[in-house]
């Protein structure tokens, strides 16, 4: 359907036969409301879709606009909610073993605006912690400080898993617990990344990672405009 030109444009290689995409949309709404969140992320981007094509728009300013829509999408959207809940309780059984009394050093990774933090935190209740919500990049920490508002013990760090952790601030041996979803997918190399983040884990520490299956055609759909 498209060509890509020389100068990285795109072309249609032939008319495409007139629809109305809203109307479809909201038909798809109407037969599946328990996917609002992945509907609306596909809404929002792909009414940006056009202009990424075309060059007169990039991914992060599209995201930027999306924000709300994808934030939501990661914290309770159907395609990562069970893997959300897994994690929480992977953590609640990692630190049921240790004395009340002793401070948890925790780790995330691929934070992005909080979605995961919002599960686990509420595990964390009562217990000293110092919980480092990690992402590639910053773009998402300021919905997160509000999305995490009512969590005080809450530092905000970049993370780079394909460079050497401790090249970009952090320490050896500093934390008890490395969490994250989907964190590793994005990575070159990701034997490398594991190794990286395994010499920040304290002696006895517990790296939990849940990685998304391999994508549907439906996932790659809505998911697929994210990244």
Not at 12 to 33: I, K, S
């Amino acid at each position: 359907v498209l060509e890509r030109l020389q100068d990285g444009a795109f072309r249609l290689q032939a008319p495409l036969p007139r629809r109305d995409p809203l109307r479809d949309w909201r038909r798809v709404m109407d037969a599946n409301p328990g996917m609002l969140p992945e509907l609306t992320v596909l809404r929002v981007l792909g009414n940006q879709l056009p202009d990424l094509l075309r060059g007169r728009t990039d991914l992060p300013t599209a995201l930027a606009g999306a924000g709300g829509a994808v934030d939501h999408l990661m914290q309770s959207g159907p395609s990562v909610l069970a893997a959300n809940h897994l994690l929480a309780q992977a953590v609640a059984a990692a630190i049921a073993p240790v004395p009340a009394g002793r401070r948890l050093r925790i780790l995330e990774l691929a934070g992005r605006a909080g979605g995961l933090a919002q599960h686990v935190l509420p595990r964390l209740q009562g217990r000293a912690t110092r919980y480092v919500l990690s992402d590639r990049t910053t773009e998402g920490f300021g919905r997160a400080e509000k999305a995490l508002f009512d969590h005080r013990d809450i530092a905000f760090a970049t993370l780079d898993p394909d460079a050497d952790p401790l090249t970009q601030g952090f320490e050896a041996q500093s934390f008890d617990l490395i969490l994250g979803l989907d964190a590793l997918r994005p990575c070159s190399n990701p034997a490398q990344a594991l190794e990286g983040l395994r010499g920040l884990l304290a002696p006895g520490g517990i790296l939990a990672l849940a990685e998304l299956p391999a994508p549907t055609p439906w996932a790659m759909l809505v998911l697929g405009l994210t990244e």
